[in-house]
């Protein structure tokens, strides 16, 4: 047939068999053929014997179009292909790969996933290409300094309510610490902060962004001014009495150490926690007990000092009496305060005007004055004003204009005394 007679060739070959043929014309040396097509002499022999053999195909290699005996089987490919439509949809190549060794035994290398990946036309999330940034250099020790965030996001898929994972992240090691909570907030700010403290201690700084929750947004007040000092948010106060600088970052890229964490956990956690069937708040605390170990166990760094700058609590310190929110508010005659629009009696005397309302990270709250304690009760129910009756409204009475055409009205037989005024002014 006609199709035995062509022969497919790269440029490679055709520069390859261009010049075995000047060498079987005696135009070139085989030493010399060597030099042009970066092999060694006797390659070129073998393959100016090929050719004389075999004709122009002997500059083709013998294993084209034979499957290698290393190939995965077909069977094996379908079965990996059908695991990433299914029960692993929209894992990227890497992550599927190592799911399916991990839970289906398939060993699969994620390149030889990510071309199959390709031929099937299988999406997967690619990471997108970054602006140029002045790289920082990591900080030489755990604990120098920690990146704290919060990331909202549909964590549980609609399986459950809607949460936010509070991530710190140690800027040496990779080391992560984090925590699911109902919103990010100053409460959850420093339950958080308290929880890591324990395991860990109190880091040398923190660097965080501008939210609210830990920059503040008011103006500074006039004491402020004359102290050179700025307004502190509650989460930034109880940081600051513990001895931890506050670092505040000027875009998301400063942190970005952080940034990527939260980018990969909303990959692989989200489909850790499918895997299980997490569906509560409760339960992904629960879940992050044993994973983040695991996590930190394969991608953190060694620290380039061996030094760790955490420090341990003070002796006698109250870590969940620092870290409260501490509201000045005026006692009234009465004794009551008014707090979050809600009414509190308090229930013991105190010879002052201003009283302190601290809301714990646990969510119970006190009323202390000079650290004492304050006993008090929510008063539920006020009682109601009574209306006072409408008092009746008096008619206003009418003043007609100065050209309504009552003014301008005359009986008849009427004298008009301006035109009589004007005639005894002319005769005088």
Known sequence: MAGKDIIIMTPKELKRLYTIQRVLDKKLKQVEAAELLDLSSRQVGRITKRVKQEGDRGVIHK????????????????????LCKGRYDGFNPTFAAEKLFEIDKIRISRETLRCWFKEEG???????????????????HFGEMIQIDGSHHDWLEGRGPECVLMGYIDDATNNVFARFYDYEGTLPAMDSFMRYAKKYGLPFSIYVDKHSTYKSTAKPKLEDELNNAHPQSHFGRAVSELGVKVIYAYSCQAKGRVERLFETFQDRLIKEMR?????????????????????????GVLALEKEDFHRQLPQGIDLDKVLSIKTEHLLRNDFTVMHD??????????????VTVEEKANGRMFITYRGRQLKYKEITQRPVKKEKPALPQLRQHYIPPADHPWRSFKLPGSVNLEAREESLAGAL
Not at 63 to 82: N, Q, T
Not at 341 to 354: E, F, G, I, M, P
């Open 122 to 140: 299988i999406p997967y999330k690619r990471r997108k290409g970054r602006p140029h940034r002045s790289w920082r250099e990591r900080k030489h």
């Open 275 to 299: 895997l299980k069937g997490v569906s509560t708040t409760a339960g992904a605390n629960k879940f992050l007990e044993h994973y983040l170990p695991v996590f930190n166990r394969r991608f």
């Open 63 to 82: 294993g084209r179009g034979i499957i290698s005996h290393r190939a995965i089987p077909e069977k094996v490919k379908d079965k990996a292909l059908g």
């Open 341 to 354: 629009n809600k009414l509190y009696q308090v229930l013991d005397s105190a010879n002052t005007r201003k």
